[in-house]
C-alpha cells in the first residue's frame, strides 16, 4: 500500500515536471493556426475528442492520455505543438488575445457553465463549500464566465477569422456543427468520417473512458470530468437568490448571447 502511493506521488511529480518543461517551450504563432477556445467547462473537451476523432490514426482510440498528440493545449503541451502538420489546433482557455489568428469560441449557458465548474472543482473547494458561495466567489480561474465571454465578443471584429460554435446547438446537432468547424479549419473530411467521429466521442464512450483509463491531469482531483453534459441543469442547483445574483453580475452576457430574451427574466 505504502509502495504503491509512493509510486502515485513520484509519477505525479513527473507529470508536473513535465508541464513545467513544456511550458518553458517556445512556439511562434503561424497565420494557419486555430485556437480552440472557451470558459472551462463549456464543451472544450468534447470538441477536442469530436476533432481528434477526426485527426486520428487508423485503428488509434482516442482517449485523455493521448488526445493532447492531436489537440494539444497552449502552456502544458508547447513542445507537442511544434511538431504537428499545418493546421494546427491548439486548445487554450485564454481571456482574448489579439495574436490569435483564428479562433473556434465555444459558449454554454454560464449558468450551466458553474454548476458544471463547482461539481468538478469540489474536491479542492473548503469544506461545505455550497454551491451559493461558489457561485459567489470572484476568483474563478481564469475570470468570471462573463467577463471571459465578453473579451472575446467585444473584439470579434478585431480578429480575421472567429467561430462562434454554441454548446447546446452541438448537442442537438453535433455532425453538423463538426462540419462547420472542419470546413472553418480547412480540413478535408467525408460526411461518414464526420458520423464516424461523432459516434466515438458521445458521452456515454467519453464517460467510460474517463472512468476506466483515468486522465493524463487530473490535478483537481475531481472524480469525473464528463459528468452529465445536458444543458437546463442550472434550474436544479439555483435557488432565487442565486438566480438573481448573476442576473445582476453577468445577466447581460446571457441575453447578449441569446440565453435569455427578456431583460427582466
Known amino acids: ?7 502515485r506521488i513520484a509519477s505525479f511529480i513527473r507529470k508536473v515536471k513535465r508541464k513545467k518543461t513544456s511550458r518553458k517551450v517556445s512556439f511562434d504563432i503561424h497565420p494557419d493556426d486555430v485556437f480552440l477556445v472557451s470558459y472551462p467547462r463549456s464543451g472544450n473537451t468534447w470538441v477536442r475528442f469530436l476533432l481528434a476523432n477526426l485527426l486520428k490514426k487508423a485503428g488509434e482510440t482516442i482517449d485523455f492520455h493521448n488526445i493532447h498528440e492531436y489537440i494539444p493545449e497552449k502552456g502544458r503541451n508547447n ?6 502538420l499545418f493546421p494546427r489546433i491548439i486548445k487554450t482557455h485564454s481571456t482574448y488575445k489579439a495574436n490569435f489568428p483564428r479562433v473556434i469560441y465555444l459558449v454554454r449557458d454560464g449558468r450551466d457553465v458553474y454548476v ?6 469540489l474536491k479542492i473547494l473548503p469544506e461545505n463549500c455550497s454551491f451559493s458561495e461558489f457561485l459567489r466567489m470572484d476568483d474563478h480561474s481564469p475570470c468570471l464566465w462573463g467577463d471571459h465571454v465578453e473579451s472575446w465578443l467585444n473584439h470579434e471584429g478585431q480578429l480575421s477569422g472567429i467561430l462562434l460554435v454554441y454548446y447546446e446547438s452541438l448537442l442537438s ?7 462547420r468547424m472542419v470546413d472553418f479549419i480547412g480540413i478535408q473530411i467525408t460526411e ?18 474517463d472512468q476506466t483509463k483515468g486522465r493524463k491531469y ?15 441543469d442550472w434550474q436544479n442547483q439555483f435557488s432565487l437568490d442565486d438566480i438573481e445574483f448573476f442576473k445582476k453580475r453577468e445577466g447581460k452576457v446571457l441575453i447578449a448571447l441569446g440565453y435569455e430574451d427578456n431583460p427582466e427574466w
Open 1 to 7: 500500500m505504502i509502495k504503491k502511493l509512493k509510486n
Open 79 to 84: 513542445d507537442i505543438i511544434n511538431t504537428l
Open 116 to 121: 458544471s465548474y463547482y461539481h468538478y472543482r
Open 173 to 179: 446537432d453535433p455532425a453538423a456543427e463538426l462540419k
Open 192 to 209: 461518414e468520417e464526420i458520423n464516424q467521429a461523432v459516434h466515438a466521442s458521445r458521452f456515454e464512450n467519453m464517460r467510460e473512458i
Open 218 to 232: 487530473n490535478l483537481t482531483g475531481a472524480d469525473e470530468f464528463i459528468r452529465k453534459g445536458i444543458k437546463g
